[in-house]
């Protein structure tokens, strides 16, 4: 059963094991180095549907699918699933789980979602809650373009600082019964709102990155962890200039280098030279895609052995910003092992 | 407004995401605006000198001109070039009526989805509108002060 561990960390004591996963991404991120990685990468941004948000809600369900078949299950299985996207009213999950029949729970956390749904996913199983809990997201580059920023065909140019949506989404199975060898949640930490004043949209790696670096120093003090005690802390998605600057942050307040086990699903999805992503990417599926292929593939493999990860989001409203209010942001993390 | 509710503003973070931000490359964009906003201008008037040649007026060339601007703007936002362009261009493509063309069709195109009313028809001055607003705003102002030197 869940304990508390210190001030913010939950312990899951029943090592709810991530028994499979499935990436489903664009076709911009299929160019990316990750290509391989994925489980199909789509060729065509529509996907074959009239709309990108009917789109992105075709990819999401692609996902779980692909998820639940590769765990041997079938939807019927699954006692509960932890979804969100970055569309208004959840809409990406909402209509690809339209015909799933899965109890269902939408969530909001921007970009730190999939480690949010993770998080609950794992709790679920940890307690027996659930036998199969499924966290899952979504997000893509045409639906975002439309609702937070310009049209596609508009000329705008975008800021160095900017970050791309990456046209995306991943699902993970948790049982609370899973086979050792497989990847575990060793525990996890539902992050506080951070917001040191930053106002600029087109800079959410800067909005993001004290919220990680509170997350990130939040789970040492409490596990008594330094650094040196993790094979990976991949953050998602803050981008160059959020790195940057969490690394700066971690330094300053904790004197610690993290710089050697530290990545950003932001600056690995893409070639940052060759794709012209300015920043780096972000979006619900950014994380979602790079965990649920590659970062749990090592894991499985043996290869990494402990990754904290921590999904970061700018809990962005364009109403606030237009009224000249800064932008909170979060980070939650999670503790995946496989000894 | 500032952000009145805030009372979190860091000043040392955001000196510090000032350090870490990168800035626009200011010159290249400059150059290229230059570039592309002059060849533009150059296209429109070359248009001003071939259409006089073919024997229209001029108050008929002074229409003609920008019409056929906007039409190859909506065809180029139409096929999906013209934001290629933009994104070097910058003010380049945006200044001249291309940019305001562009403005209006793009967001026709991508609220397709939502119906012609609600969707286009509601969508397409979203970008274009406050340029109305304030351009015929302005031109009131003028037509005013325009009028009253014309009593002296």
């Given amino acids: 059963m869940a304990k508390r561990q210190g001030r913010f960390v939950l312990k899951l004591e029943n090592k709810p094991r991530i028994i499979a996963s499935a990436a489903v991404v664009g076709p911009k991120e299929g160019q990316g180095p990750h290509s391989a990685d994925f489980d199909h990468c789509h ?34 299985d699954i006692d509960m699933v ?62 975002a373009e439309k609702q937070f920023r310009y049209p596609l065909a508009y000329g705008a140019q975008r800021s160095p600082t900017a970050q791309r949506t990456v ?28 917001d040191l004043g930053i106002k600029d949209a087109a800079n959410m790696g800067a909005a993001m990155a004290p919220a990680a670096a509170t997350t990130i120093i939040d789970f040492m003090h409490d596990t008594g962890t330094t650094a040196d005690d993790y094979d990976l802390i991949l953050t998602g998605d803050l981008g160059m200039v959020g790195t940057t600057l969490l690394r700066e942050l971690m330094a300053t307040r904790e004197n610690m280098d993290i710089s ?18 300015h920043a780096g990417a ?53 503790l995946i092992r496989n000894d | 407004m500032a952000s009145k ?28 605006v230059f570039l592309i906003g002059g060849l533009i201008c150059a296209f429109g008037e070359l248009l001003f000198y071939l259409y006089g040649k073919c024997g229209f007026d001029e108050e008929t060339v002074k229409s003609l001109v920008p019409t056929t601007i906007i039409a190859i703007t909506a065809i180029l936002t139409g096929v999906g070039l013209f934001d290629d362009i933009a994104k070097h261009a910058g003010a ?13 069709v793009s967001p026709a195109m991508e609220f397709q989805t939502e119906g012609r009313i609600l969707g286009t028809g509601a969508k397409m001055f979203a970008i ?10 302005t031109a009131t102002l003028y037509g005013v002060i325009y009028f009253i030197c014309s009593l002296f």
């Avoid at chain 1, 659930?130 to 045409?142: D, E, V």
């Avoid at chain 1, 046209?167 to 951070?194: C, E, F, H």
């Fill in chain 2, 5 to 32: 509710n805030n009372q979190n503003q860091d000043k040392a973070y955001l000196e510090m995401t000032e350090k870490a931000s990168p800035n626009s490359p200011i010159v290249k964009n400059c150059i290229k």
């Fill in chain 2, 92 to 104: 380049g493509t945006l200044v001249p009526i291309t940019g305001f063309a562009n403005s209006v």
């Fill in chain 1, 282 to 334: 972000s979006g619900c599926g950014c994380s979602a895609a790079i965990l649920c292929s590659y970062i749990l593939s090592e894991l499985k493999k043996g290869n990494l052995k402990n990754v904290l990860f921590v999904g970061t989001g700018a809990l962005m409203s364009p109403t606030l910003n237009q009224q000249g209010e800064t932008i909170p942001s979060i980070a939650h993390a999670v």
């Fill in chain 1, 167 to 194: 046209t995306g989404a991943g699902a993970a199975v948790i049982s609370s019964n899973g086979q050792k060898g497989t990847p575990y949640v060793d525990s996890i930490l539902l992050g506080r709102i951070r």
């Fill in chain 1, 43 to 76: 060729t065509d941004d529509y996907v074959g549907q009239e709309s990108w948000e009917m789109a992105e809600s075709v990819i999401h369900k692609d996902a779980i699918q692909r998820a639940i078949e590769k765990a041997g299950l079938t939807p019927l």
């Fill in chain 1, 82 to 143: 932890f979804a969100g996207d970055l569309l208004d009213q959840e809409i990406a999950s909402t209509l690809g789980l339209r015909e799933l029949n899965i109890p269902y729970v939408g969530l909001f956390g921007a970009c730190s979602t999939m480690a949010l749904g993770l998080g609950l996913a794992s709790l679920m199983a940890d307690t027996s809650a659930a036998n199969y809990a499924i966290a899952s997201t979504s997000s893509h580059f045409c639906s």
């Fill in chain 2, 128 to 137: 274009a509108g406050p340029v109305i607003v304030y351009g015929c705003g």
């Fill in chain 1, 260 to 277: 050697k086990v530290h990545n950003d699903c932001g600056i690995m999805i893409f070639d940052m030279e060759k794709q012209d992503v």
